[in-house]
């Protein structure tokens, strides 16, 4: 390793896990966050012990009366007295302790032994860096590369993550809207349709704003050999939900507003039509049937009508599944369809009710946790539908609309299920949200890996330094701070919590903001060579007649 001393260490820190150097840093090459190293003697062998400074405090500086006149730089005051200028001043370092990068673990061990007065503490090198930081190695299998260190040269220190880290303690993207948190989730879905991975990806997007991905099927860097990524879009128009595919739960979020009576009968009416049909397939006409088979009150045969309960329970179901594109009584989903190796879906929900969607997602999450434990347990075959012999990954845009804190959604109790219960069967979630605030903590908690983008809400601040327990708070004072497409990354799939610059799109990406005054000259210029257009065909009299009119109407 290439050694830089840029200080000395003055002495411990105010925590047991920090120390303070004295550097004079005349380059500013010692920023916020950067990697230093000093040398330590751990199990009889010196090793470099690895520290990211948290802190800068200038304790020599110019004194207050060189800027006294502001037309005058202190520099040249400080060379007319006989000071050395900028070589005079120092600044204290508060370096919090890595550890050693162990290469049998994986991960940094605390030798938990301050380093000596008077060390020499070194900056450390961009190879070094690339080789400790990141759990995988750029292009490598089970590698996400998703961007490179930030306080280096763009691309000097590549960072990637540990997919198996993510998918198997799941993954939550945080940000501001225009922190680029849309741009992140389609760089690593990039990743995951690279060769190196193959992954089996569903992605719930609720703006329809990754269709651009399909442009990866044509691309060179995604393809291997006989590999090449598949992108199915499935169109609001194109989305079904089997209605016998609903739980009790579904239907009783699809009906709001039910009585006692109408809960009661509406139970009955469900697990009837689940025990008199076969396979538990049965038709919306069936379930009404069902709902009238169980009424408690009696019908009126001569006018042919139910009982208030009846007729109102009736009314609601047919209103909600009847007069719906999406609840279908044969159609559905099929989870082939959704899943396989090599593949993102995209289910696109931009045109869907909120309600609906939330209905839609859970059904999903359910069946395909249903179908992969099912599986994992040898209760299905390959001749089966619900046979799933892979891992799957489902990332989940504007969470906080599926899992809503304080509020009852339907999904929020399937993604606590999956969350908690998942990681068991191969099924793992990401999170994507804007206000974390509003996302159910026990969902944020769960989620192990975290890329956290620019936050400014207070609200949203501190619900991430409550959910969030690898992050420091030296990083979470960064938070507002970050400009567009800086990240903090920390959890299961790095070694440490890290600060990175996330690289460029291979495709388009779909997530842009409209340009109102652009597109408003563009239609005024359009509207305008329209009417010229229109004026010139017309007959020279006609157009004198249009005139005059014009004339006396603006008279």
């Given at each position: ?178 922190s680029g948190k849309s741009y992140l989730a389609g760089v690593l879905l990039e990743e995951l349709m690279m060769p190196y991975n193959r992954a089996a990806v569903m ?235 509003k996302l159910d903590s026990d969902v944020l908690s769960q989620c192990m890996t975290q890329c956290i983008m620019r936050i400014t809400n207070p609200i949203d601040q ?94």
């Amino acid at each position: 390793m290439t050694q830089l001393c840029i200080g000395t260490v003055k002495g411990p820190g105010e925590t047991p896990n920090e120390f303070t150097i004295i550097a004079p840093d005349p380059e500013r090459r010692v920023k916020h966050g950067e990697f230093v190293y000093y040398y330590a003697y751990v199990d009889g062998e010196e090793r470099p012990i690895l520290g990211r400074i948290t802190a800068r405090r200038a304790v020599k500086i110019y004194p207050d009366g060189f800027m006294a006149d502001p037309t005058v730089p202190p520099r040249e005051v400080a060379a007319l007295l006989g000071f050395q200028g900028q070589d005079d001043e120092l600044f204290e370092l508060t370096v919090a302790v890595l550890g050693y990068h162990h290469q049998a673990f994986g991960d940094f061990i605390n030798p938990r032994v301050p380093p000596e007065g008077g060390a020499p503490v070194y900056i450390a090198d961009d190879d070094y860096l690339a080789d400790v930081l990141s759990k995988r190695k750029r292009a490598e299998r089970g590698s996400a590369h998703l961007g490179s260190l930030l306080s280096r040269e763009p691309g000097a220190v590549p960072l990637a993550l540990d997919v198996q880290g993510f998918t198997s303690t799941h993954l939550a993207i945080i940000a501001s809207t225009g922190s680029g948190k849309s741009y992140l989730a389609g760089v690593l879905l990039e990743e995951l349709m690279m060769p190196y991975n193959r992954a089996a990806v569903m992605v719930i997007d609720p703006h329809g704003e990754y269709n651009t991905l399909q442009e990866a099927q044509n691309l060179a860097a995604f393809a291997e050999g006989n590999y090449k990524p598949k992108v199915r879009i499935f169109r609001p128009d194109m989305i079904r939900v089997r209605i016998d595919s609903l739980s009790l739960a579904d239907l009783r979020y699809l009906l709001p507003n039910l009585s006692e009576k109408m809960h009661y009968q509406l139970t009955r009416a469900f697990n009837f039509a689940r025990r008199s049909s076969k396979n538990n397939h049965y038709t919306l006409e069936q379930f009404l049937y069902a709902i009238r088979q169980v009424a408690e009150g009696k019908r009126d045969e001569e006018e042919g009508e139910d009982d208030p309960t009846t007729g109102a329970l009736i009314w609601r179901v047919n209103s909600a599944l009847r007069n719906s594109s999406i609840f279908n009584d044969f159609e559905n989903l099929e989870l082939d369809e959704l899943f396989e190796p090599g593949q993102v879906t995209v289910v696109q929900l931009n045109e869907v009710d909120q309600r609906e969607q939330q209905v839609i997602a859970a059904t999903m999450l359910r069946r395909i946790y249903q179908a992969r434990m099912d599986t994992a347990k040898g209760k299905v075959t390959r001749e089966d539908k619900g046979y799933v012999p892979f891992p799957v990954f489902c990332l989940l845009e504007e969470a906080h609309n599926y899992a809503p804190a304080n509020a009852d959604a339907v999904s929020s109790d399937v993604l606590k299920t999956v969350l908690s219960e998942g990681r068991k069967f191969g099924v793992s979630v990401g999170l994507i949200s804007q206000r974390p605030g509003k996302l159910d903590s026990d969902v944020l908690s769960q989620c192990m890996t975290q890329c956290i983008m620019r936050i400014t809400n207070p609200i949203d601040q501190n619900r991430i330094a409550e959910s969030v327990e690898s992050v420091g708070r030296d990083l979470l004072r960064e938070l507002p701070s970050l400009s567009k497409g800086q990240v903090i990354v920390s959890g299961a799939s790095v070694n440490t919590p890290v600060l990175l610059r996330v690289r460029s799109r291979i495709t388009t990406h779909g997530g842009e903001s409209v340009n109102a005054p652009e597109e408003w000259a563009q239609w005024f210029e359009r509207d305008q060579a329209a009417l010229n257009a229109r004026d010139s065909a017309l007959p020279i009299d006609r157009r004198a007649d249009q005139e005059e009119d014009g004339d006396i109407l603006f008279a």
